[in-house]
C-alpha cells in the first residue's frame, strides 16, 4: 500500500465524503457560509447543486458538522421514495420511531400529524429540525409536492421544518418547470459548487495531502499538477482518482515525487488515456554521432570508467514498467506525451573545434545488466531531446557493461543542469558528470 512508502496516515484521495478532507475553495465556502445561515434563521427550503463529483455530498457532511446541537437532522438519501416512504424515513432519522415498518399502516395523514407534534415539541423548547434530501434532481414530483407541504408546517413566527435539497443541475430543471412553480418560490437560498481552477487544483491536493500526511509536503510537481487539472476539469472526484492511482503508481516505481509521467500513465489506468492533452516535444539541434573520436578520448574514457562503482542502473517501473526491465517485450499501447522542457545545449560536434573538445562534459548512467533495458533507457532520452549514446564501461572488478551517455557539453553548469532533470523529472538514478568526450557509439 501506498499509504506506508509514502508515510500517510489516512488515505489522502479516499472517494468517501469525510467532511475533514473538504477542501474549502471560493464557492465551496461561500456555499456552506450561505447554507448555515439559511439553517440558523431557519429560512425554509434551501438548495445546493453542482455537477457531479464537486462535492456536494462532503459540503454537507461538513455542514451538519457546524450545525447547533438543537439542529436535529434527517439524511434522505435514497430519492426514488415515495411521498409516505419520505414521511416515514424523516420520522425514523428524527428518533420519533426506532423502526420506519411500524408505521407501515400508518396514513398519509397520520404520518404528517405525526411529524407535526414532533415538530412542535421541539419549538417549544427552541429546537430546530432540518431535513437534507440528497440526488433530489431524481425525486418523483409527488414527493417533492409532499416536501412543499411539509414546508407549510410553521408557527406564527417560524418554520417548524426546513429542507435542504441537493442535487445535480438537472434538479433547477425541474424546479423551473411549471408544475414545481410552488416549491420554486419557496426556495429562499440557492447555492452552486463549482469545478475547481488550476490554483485550487494545486492547493486541493496540497491540501488533502497534508491532512493525510501532518505535514506539508510538495509531492506533484507543477507540469503533473497541470496534467491532473486538464484531465480532471477541476471536478474533485475526478483529481482523486487521478492522485490515488498516480501514488498507486509512484509507489510501485519507488518514486519520491509524481511527475507527468506518472500522471499519465494512472490516467491510462483510468481509461482517461484518450484525454490525455497533446503536451508538444522537445525540439533540439540534430546531434550528429562522433563516430570514434582516436585514442586520446579512449584513454580520458578509461580513466574515467573506474569512477564508476558497479552501481544497478535502471529506469523506473512508474516509466516503463517491469516488461522492459526484465527483457520482456513490453505491452504495446500509446506512450504518454511530454511537456515541452528546455534543455541546455550540447555542442555541435560537427563544427566544434579541438579547443572546444579540450574541456567537455558529459553526463554518464550507472551500468545496465541487460542490453536491451539500456537502450530502451536510451531511447526515452532521445524522445526527450536528449543526446544519447550507449557505450560500455568496465568496472572496478573487471567486468564490462552497458551505460548511457549524454552530451558534450560545453560547461559543467550546463551538464548538471540535464543532471537534475533527467533525475529529478525523469526517473533516472545514479547519474554522474564527468570531465571527458563521449565515448564511442555502440
Not at 570514434?292 to 562503482?309: E, F, I, N, S
Request: glycine residues 8%; charged residues 20%; contains cysteine.
Amino acid at each position: 500500500m501506498y499509504e506506508d512508502y509514502y508515510r500517510f496516515r489516512r488515505q489522502p484521495f479516499s472517494p468517501t465524503p469525510d467532511p475533514e478532507f473538504l477542501y474549502k475553495s471560493g464557492s465551496h465556502q461561500e456555499a456552506l457560509e450561505q447554507l448555515l445561515r439559511g439553517v440558523r434563521r431557519r429560512e425554509g427550503i434551501l438548495l445546493l447543486s453542482g455537477a457531479v463529483g464537486t462535492g456536494k455530498t462532503t459540503t454537507t457532511r461538513a455542514l451538519l458538522q457546524f450545525l447547533d446541537r438543537d439542529v436535529f437532522t434527517a439524511l434522505v438519501l435514497n430519492p426514488f421514495v415515495t411521498a409516505d416512504e419520505l414521511l416515514r424515513v424523516l420520522l425514523q432519522d428524527f428518533g420519533v420511531v426506532s423502526d420506519g415498518r411500524t408505521l407501515q399502516d400508518a396514513s398519509r395523514q397520520s404520518l404528517v400529524e405525526t411529524l407535526n407534534r414532533f415538530l412542535l415539541s421541539l419549538s417549544t423548547v427552541g429546537a430546530s429540525a432540518l431535513a437534507v434530501v440528497d440526488e433530489a434532481q431524481n425525486l418523483p414530483a409527488e414527493t417533492l409536492e409532499q416536501l412543499r407541504v411539509l414546508t407549510t408546517l410553521e408557527t406564527d413566527r417560524q418554520k417548524l421544518l426546513q429542507i435542504l435539497l441537493v442535487g445535480q443541475p438537472e434538479l433547477l430543471t425541474v424546479l423551473g418547470s411549471s408544475e414545481m412553480r410552488p416549491l420554486n418560490q419557496r426556495v429562499a437560498r440557492r447555492c452552486e459548487l463549482f469545478p475547481l481552477n488550476r490554483d485550487e487544483v494545486e492547493k486541493y491536493i496540497e491540501f488533502r495531502i497534508r491532512m493525510a500526511q501532518g505535514a506539508s509536503e510538495t509531492m506533484f510537481v507543477a507540469r503533473a499538477i497541470d496534467l491532473v487539472y486538464q484531465l480532471s476539469e477541476g471536478v474533485p472526484r475526478k483529481i482523486n482518482l487521478i492522485c490515488d492511482r498516480s501514488l498507486e503508481a509512484g509507489c510501485a516505481g519507488l518514486k519520491p515525487t509524481i511527475d507527468e509521467v506518472i500522471v499519465a500513465k494512472a490516467a491510462e489506468a483510468l481509461d482517461l488515456a484518450g484525454r490525455v492533452p497533446t503536451l508538444g516535444s522537445v525540439s533540439l539541434p540534430t546531434v550528429r554521432s562522433p563516430g570514434r573520436l582516436g585514442p586520446q578520448t579512449r584513454r580520458m574514457l578509461a580513466a574515467a570508467a573506474g569512477v564508476v562503482a558497479g552501481v544497478g542502473f535502471a529506469v523506473l517501473l512508474a516509466v516503463y514498467g517491469p516488461e522492459v526491465l526484465s527483457g520482456r517485450p513490453a505491452v504495446s499501447g500509446p506512450s504518454p506525451q511530454l511537456a515541452p522542457i528546455e534543455l541546455p545545449q550540447p555542442i555541435d560536434l560537427s563544427t566544434a573545434t579541438d579547443a572546444v573538445l579540450d574541456e567537455t562534459y558529459v553526463l554518464r548512467t550507472g551500468v545496465f545488466e541487460t542490453t536491451e533495458a539500456a537502450e530502451a533507457g536510451a531511447e526515452m532520452l532521445r524522445d526527450l531531446g536528449a543526446p544519447a549514446i550507449l557505450a560500455p564501461v568496465t568496472l572496478n572488478d573487471g567486468t564490462t557493461g552497458q551505460a548511457i551517455w549524454i552530451g558534450p557539453y560545453a560547461s559543467e553548469a550546463d551538464a548538471e543542469q540535464l543532471r537534475l532533470i533527467v533525475t529529478d523529472r525523469y526517473g533516472f538514478g545514479d547519474v554522474q558528470v564527468v570531465a571527458v568526450l563521449l565515448p564511442d557509439a555502440q
